[in-house]
Structure formats: structure tokens, C-alpha cells
């Protein structure tokens, strides 16, 4: 255990605080850049269509530890590649989900198509993953960074982060610290990540052929998806990207002959799922019908359904067991580097293994996080909240849940900025969690393209059990390297 009141503060990247009069001039110029930059969202409490906020970000950037960051960097395409062989792993995939299914309805229906699509022989080998693995930097191991999970669907914030750099860039500038400005490392995860889906489009190879953004009924985070929509469109003219959601590929979508997707008539050759993760996303039978007729279509699908269940938190637990990693990775440096940003991760199933757990849990609650297998945030109960919640659950119900260690990452002082927030901001006390973008692309056999994509930060207070944007908890951030 570690003692919180002892956590640790990273330097920051200027003295704080600022005179009252800079802070507000500085404050109120940033607003206005982020807006007219596209660092901004849609309103969930005051909603038009025709109108954006500013997205919540901070102000001068956060301290991460420089050799964590790059080390975080370096392990991308490695992670990238196992997580391409454990979606492909069916064997590994069946077994590890087994309890899972038989309680959690959502990854039930997910795995009931996969078991469809693989029944059927997966029409198009190829798939496209664009990752996000995200880390928080332990603060009493030396901040030696521990991933917090890994995303393979709709991995969000790419677009946004690439444009929150030239942001804190302007506010350094703006406050005379225009020598920091060599510490923040470029970020070019909007092309990054573009280019993946760009690569897919041209595996697919039909010049017609359109990219499909899967989308919810109210994009939120617009700006996000609209720069990769218009990175695209400005990079490459002659590919298309069209946005439909699920319910709208339901009305509109058929197979063709060759099980080529069309949606009213225009071929898709790559899906980009930016909705599809929550189960409030399928409405009724349709929306699930829709995903279905896409998993069996020939378009590639980013991602498809073998990886979307790969990224699911029972497959990150079971990842985290010993010996585990051998199946997936052959060089043993990388096994090691691989083992060591896992923390402790415990299984729930209804056997020995789980039930050992639930009594760890119930003993030292204050030591762990508990968390079912969805995405998008605000799903996970905390610490002394713990033995409440899987006191209701059944023996079986408790498969649905992995328990992870918490892990305690550095503290940070900064001005957070956020929409109707106070203003002037006061410093307050936060931690960081980074993401990394990856991108990898190929079938079973082969990985035609695997790179490290960018990267981003989300701060949140350090009070706060989670830091989601579009949750409306975190603001967006980018790393201060020290
Ligand atoms: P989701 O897929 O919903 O984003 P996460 O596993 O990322 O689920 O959890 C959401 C948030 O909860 C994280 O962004 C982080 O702030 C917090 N969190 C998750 N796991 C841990 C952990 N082991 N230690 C500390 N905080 C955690
Ligand atoms: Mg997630
Ligand atoms: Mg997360």
C-alpha cells in the first residue's frame, strides 16, 4: 500500500501561480484559440447542432516523465502487433470470454456475431486496428508507467490532440516561455491515424468505394471525427467518407454479389466504427442487425469484430497473467518489456481463481479498481465501494468484472479550463493519463503495416476517480516532457 498523502508532485513546466491580470488575458485568449482551432465539442447541456464549446483542456501543459513517455512509444508497435494475434486467436478469445458471456449480455452480443462470422468464414481477411493504449505513470514505482486498458474501437481524441499542441504551444508563448516549447514532442496522430484508414482503402482497392464512419445519433465529440473527415478529404480527394449510423445502415444497407457492402448503391471499403461500443448505441434488433450484415460484408472493418472483442477489459486480465504473453510474442525482451506495464489484474470467474479474489477484494477494497467490460467511461466502482457493489452480484454475475490494482500516478499543478468554469481558473491539483495511438493492418498470416501513431493527454483532478472528456471530466493536455 502506499501512503496518498505522500504523493509525489512532478515539477512543473513554469512557475505557478501567474499574476491574476496575465492569467485572465492569457485565459480568455486560449478559450478563443481552442474554439477557433477545433480544440471544442458539442454542448450535452445546452445542445445545437449549430453551436460548439470550447473542449475542456489545460491550460499550460502537464509534466510526463521523458523516459516513460518514449518508452511508451517504443512498445506501440509491439503492442500493436499482439493485439493483432490475440484477435486473432479464437481459441484464446472462446476461452478467455467463456464465463464473461454468460452473464455480460453486451460482449454476449458480440460474441454471438463473431461466432456467426466465424461459422460463415470471415469474408474479408483483412482488418484494420487503430488503437489507443493507455498508461498512468506510477508514482511509487519510480512513475514507471502501467496501462490502464487498450482501446481497439473508436479510439477517440487523435484529431483533437494533434491540434491541443499548437494550443499550449500559443499559451507558452503568450506567457514568454517560448524556450519550453522544445519539450513537447510533435503529436501526429490525426494523420497517423487518417493514413491507417487510408491504407485500408487502398487494400480494398476499388477507386469508387467510399469510407463509412460509423457514428452515434448526437456526436458530441464532432470536431474530433471532423478533422479525421476532413484530413481525408483535403489529403486524399478522390476518397469519399460518408457518416451513417448504425440505425441508417439498417435502412440502407445491403450485401452485393460479392458481399461487397452497399449502402444505397455506394460501395463501402472501409468502416470506422466511432459508435458501436455501448449497448445504448443498439437501439432495438436493427442496429445489431446492421453490425452484423458489416462483419459479413467484404468491406475491411476498423475494427472488426475479433478485435473489437480483443480489446475488451476480460482479455486485457487475462493478457496479465504469467506465461500468458509467450503465446502471443516470440522475443523474450519484448515479452518482458511487455510484462512490466501490466498491473496486477484479477479475474472474477466463477472458479477458485475468482473467488480468491472476490475475498481479496472484500479484505482491502481501498487497493483496487473493479470493472465490467464496457467502454466510454464512468462504468468502474472504486475502493471502498467496492465490497457493496459485488456483494449484490451473484457468483456468476461477478464474471462479468475484472478487478485491477489501483494505480497511483504523480500529481501535477495546473489551470484546468473548462466551459461556464470559473474564471479566473485557480491551480489546482491534478494527474495525467497518456494515451498512444497505434495503427496495424493484415490478416491472420500477415501484418502489412504497423506504426506508432501519435499520442494524447487527458488530466483530470486528482480528486476524481475518472478523467473522460466526453464524460465531462477531464480536460485535454498534452505532455510537458521532463
Ligand atoms: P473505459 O474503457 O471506460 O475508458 P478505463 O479502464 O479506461 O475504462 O477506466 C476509466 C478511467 O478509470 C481511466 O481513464 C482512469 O482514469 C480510471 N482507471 C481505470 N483503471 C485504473 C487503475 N487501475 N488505477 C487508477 N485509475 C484507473
Ligand atoms: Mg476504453
Ligand atoms: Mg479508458
Keep these: 500500500m502506499c501512503d496518498e498523502a505522500n504523493t509525489p508532485t512532478l515539477r512543473a513546466c513554469i512557475d505557478l501561480p501567474l499574476r491574476q491580470d496575465e492569467l485572465l488575458e492569457v485565459t480568455a485568449k486560449a478559450k478563443d484559440y481552442a474554439i477557433m482551432h477545433g480544440a471544442a465539442m458539442r454542448s450535452k447541456t445546452n445542445y445545437s447542432a449549430d453551436a460548439l464549446n470550447f473542449a475542456p483542456f489545460v491550460l499550460v501543459p502537464s509534466s510526463f516523465p521523458r523516459k516513460e513517455f518514449e518508452k511508451a512509444i517504443a512498445l506501440q508497435p509491439i503492442i500493436n502487433r499482439l493485439m493483432h494475434n490475440v484477435a486473432h486467436d479464437e481459441e484464446f478469445i472462446t476461452t478467455t470470454l467463456a464465463e464473461t458471456v454468460k452473464v455480460d449480455e453486451f460482449t454476449a452480443d458480440l460474441f454471438n456475431i463473431y461466432k456467426k462470422v466465424l461459422a460463415n468464414g470471415f469474408t474479408q481477411a483483412y482488418s484494420v486496428g487503430l488503437l489507443r493504449s493507455d498508461y498512468l505513470a506510477h508514482a511509487f514505482e519510480g512513475c514507471a508507467i502501467k496501462q490502464v486498458e487498450i482501446n481497439t474501437i473508436a479510439s477517440s481524441f487523435g484529431g483533437i490532440a494533434t491540434h491541443l499542441v499548437p494550443l499550449q504551444n500559443f499559451v507558452l508563448r503568450e506567457l514568454g516561455h517560448a524556450d519550453k516549447l522544445k519539450n513537447m514532442p510533435k503529436n501526429d496522430a490525426l494523420s497517423g491515424l487518417c493514413d491507417g484508414m487510408v491504407k485500408a482503402w487502398d487494400i480494398y482497392g476499388k477507386k469508387d468505394a467510399v469510407i463509412l464512419f460509423i457514428i452515434e445519433d448526437i456526436s458530441y465529440n464532432i470536431c474530433d471525427q471532423r478533422f479525421h473527415e476532413f484530413y481525408i478529404r483535403e489529403q486524399y480527394p478522390h476518397i469519399k467518407v460518408v457518416r451513417r449510423t448504425l440505425t441508417d445502415v439498417h435502412k440502407l444497407g445491403k450485401l452485393g454479389q460479392c458481399k461487397e457492402l452497399l449502402l444505397d448503391g455506394i460501395e463501402v ?73 501490466f498491473t496486477g489484474l484479477y479475474s472474477l470467474d466463477d472458479n477458485d481463481a475468482g473467488n480468491s479474489t472476490y475475498e481479496m477484494a472484500l479484505k ?70 497518456l494515451g498512444i495511438f497505434g495503427v496495424i493492418i493484415g490478416d491472420a498470416d500477415h501484418i502489412v503495416h504497423n506504426y506508432q501513431a501519435g499520442h494524447m493527454l487527458r488530466t483530470k483532478l486528482s480528486t476524481a476517480n475518472e478523467g473522460g472528456v466526453a464524460a465531462g471530466l477531464g480536460a485535454l493536455d498534452s505532455p510537458y516532457l521532463i
Design 269 to 341: 471499403a472501409v468502416i470506422y466504427f466511432r459508435a458501436g461500443y455501448e449497448p445504448g448505441h443498439y437501439h432495438s434488433q436493427a442496429e445489431w442487425d446492421a453490425r452484423y450484415l458489416m462483419e459479413c460484408s467484404l468491406a475491411i472493418k476498423c475494427p472488426s469484430i475479433q478485435y473489437h472483442l480483443a480489446g475488451t477489459k476480460k482479455v486485457q486480465q487475462a493478457l496479465a497473467q504469467p506465461a500468458v504473453l509467450e503465446r502471443f510474442i516470440n522475443d523474450p525482451e519484448e515479452i518482458k518489456a511487455v510484462g512490466k506495464i
Design 364 to 433: 482491502t477494497p481501498e487497493r483496487f479498481v473493479l470493472k465490467p467490460q464496457r467502454e466510454g467511461g464512468g462504468n468502474n466502482v472504486y475502493g471502498l465501494e467496492i465490497p457493496e457493489a459485488l456483494k449484490k452480484m451473484s457468483r456468476v454475475e461477478r464474471s462479468a468484472w475484472i478487478l485491477m490494482d489501483l494505480i497511483h500516478p504523480p500529481l501535477s499543478k495546473g489551470y484546468m479550463v473548462r466551459p461556464g468554469g470559473d474564471m479566473p481558473p485557480t491551480v489546482v491539483d491534478m494527474v495525467s493519463e
